[in-house]
Structure formats: C-alpha cells, structure tokens
C-alpha cells in the first residue's frame, strides 16, 4: 500500500511538472524568459519564395474568364443629383499574395516614392522579392538614385510601364488635354530608360513583345538574387487605352 502511494505521489508530482510547463509556455508572448533555450539553427521568419512559400492560399486562377461585369458610370452623381459626372481615374484591383507584401495607394502619390519603396521593402525582408512599377515621369523622379541601388547590390526590380508621355495630361476622351510641354516625353528611340539603367548597373531589358513579359520578369529577378537591380522596360500603347465602359466626359480634364 505505501509502496502504491509514493508510486501514485511520484506520478502526481511529474503531471504537475508537466501542467507548469504547459502554462508556462502559453505565456510565451507576454514573458520571454519562460521560453526555453533558443534553438541553434531557427528558421527565417517570414514567408519564403520560390517552392519553399508553402501552401498558397489565395484562390486558384481561373483558366479563362467567363463572366465580365460592367460598372458604367451613372448619369448624375447618386450624392448630389448633378449631372457633370467624369471619370477621374481608373482603381486597380489587386490580390494580395502575402499579407502587408503590396504598398500602394488611392489616387494620387509623390511620383518617384516607389523606388525608396521598393529599396526599404528588400532592406527590411532580404528574402522577399521587391518589385515597384512606375511611368515615365516617375521615371525620371528617381533616375538620380539608381547608381547607389546599384552600388549597394539591392537587388530589386523596377518595372518601367512606358506609354510615351504622362496619362490624363495629354488629349484623352476627357478632352484635349494641358499644353503638350505637360505631357510629351520623347521617343522611345531617342530616349532609352533602360540603357540609362543598365549604364550605372543595372540589368535593363526593353520589352516589346507580350510573349517577353514573363521571360523578362524571371531574367530580372535571376540578377535581383544575385545582388544586382534590374529596370524592365515595357512599351506600351501611347496614354491609356480604357474599356468601351469609358464615356466622354462633360468637361475638359
Ligand atoms: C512629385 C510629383 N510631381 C508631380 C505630380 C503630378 N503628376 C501626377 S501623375 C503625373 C504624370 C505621370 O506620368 P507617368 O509617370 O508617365 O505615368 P502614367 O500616368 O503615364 O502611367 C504627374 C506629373 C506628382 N504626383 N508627384
Ligand atoms: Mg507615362
């Protein structure tokens, strides 16, 4: 009977052990120093790219699309009742892969923030991928700073969308636009962001073909893992070309 007792004793002592350990370890967050020792090789935090990212959990593409949905814009403005209604900008849609991994913004911006953006992204998560996507003029906002992005091995992407001018300034359906010298950037032939690029370091492609897109991406984050920055080119359609939901608009821009 004793010899049961200090059996059952000695069991009831090692359950209590195990019960404080579990309640301390579900305090993990609020008390450090009840963490067990550090383990010598932890995993990065974060997600991972590549085939290392785990299971995605967006939802999957669609192979094709089979339904389209028009949102014209109303015939007076639903607060006020006027009738001067005009498109003002057109609102991107975007599906996040990574929670908090896509910095952008509502309508208007600091042309040229991207690039800063871009470079404080691959600064604070070495491991991700960092892409920023910008027009000509935004173009030109940052061209002073690539040679130290280039200096530094960041290993980023600019992706330059080339319309051949500053959208929504020149003549669009919204009217005949400002005075040309608000809008007009030169040929592409004349002036090539690309090679301006690729002259302090960057790897730089002029993408013309919408076959090259993709290609073009991959070659670019190739060098961006090897600690090299890369400026993708795409000439696009000159100013916007918008959907057949676009109508003209009552006043000039
Ligand atoms: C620092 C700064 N200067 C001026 C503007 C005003 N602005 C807004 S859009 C724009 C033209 C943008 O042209 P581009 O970069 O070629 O982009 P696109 O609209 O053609 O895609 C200008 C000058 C601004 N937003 N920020
Ligand atoms: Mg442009």
């Known amino acids: 009977m004793e010899r049961r007792n200090a059996e059952l004793e000695a069991r009831v002592a090692a359950l209590e052990k195990i019960i404080d350990e579990l309640r301390r370890g579900g305090k993990r967050q609020a008390a450090p120093f009840a963490k067990s020792p550090p383990k010598s090789d932890p995993k990065k935090p974060g997600r991972k790219p590549g085939d290392d990212y785990g299971v995605k959990s967006r939802r999957a593409i669609p192979p094709r699309i089979d339904e389209v949905h028009c949102a014209p814009l109303p015939d007076a403005c639903p607060a006020c009742g006027g009738t001067r209604v005009r498109r003002t900008h057109t609102a991107r849609q975007y599906q996040a892969e990574i929670p908090r991994g896509y910095m952008g913004w509502g309508n208007v911006s600091t042309l040229g923030f991207s690039l800063a953006g871009a470079v404080a992204a691959k600064l604070a998560f070495p491991e991700r991928q960092c892409v920023h996507v910008t027009g000509d003029a935004g173009v030109c906002y940052m061209m002073g700073n690539f040679e130290a ?10 992706v330059h969308i080339n319309n051949g001018g500053y959208s ?4 669009g359906f919204w009217g005949a636009g400002h005075d040309p010298y608000t809008w007009k950037v030169s040929d592409h032939g004349s002036a090539c962001m690309a090679n ?7 790897h730089a492609e002029d993408v013309t073909d919408p076959a090259q897109i993709i290609p073009a991406l991959e070659r670019a984050f190739k060098e961006n893992a090897g600690g090299r920055p890369a400026f993708v080119e795409f000439i696009c359609s000159h100013h916007p070309v918008h959907g057949g939901w676009v ?3 009552a006043g000039a821009h």
Request: proline fraction near 8%; hydrophobic fraction near 40%; glycine fraction near 20%.
């Open 149 to 158: 992005v280039a200096r530094y091995k960041i290993g980023i992407t600019t």
């Open 168 to 171: 929504g300034y020149g003549p």
């Open 196 to 202: 301006m690029a690729r002259a302090v370091g960057f």
């Open 247 to 249: 109508r003209p608009g």
